[in-house]
């Protein structure tokens, strides 16, 4: 199985979100503050259907998409 290497950029084009690097960091320091930080990220209220269902996907199939997840859910609950 060929595994790809995913960026923040292509994970937030596939989740259909404005993907440049300024808008990373905007969807970020907006959102940050509203993730339950005990509960997973596919959890948080800000995702759709779609795009909850394909981050608890990455993770529990370990995907190549689970790095990049864990990148985004990292950033989330670090920024202050």
Sequence with gaps: MEMHQHSLETLF???GLPSSRND?????EHYSH???HTAPLHTADFWNQSQSEFLKEAKE???DW???VDQLDTLLRSEK
């Design 13 to 15: 084009e596939q989740l």
């Design 61 to 63: 199939e370990d995907a």
């Design 34 to 36: 509203k993730l339950d």
């Design 66 to 68: 689970a790095e990049v």
């Design 24 to 28: 990373i960091q905007k969807f970020i």
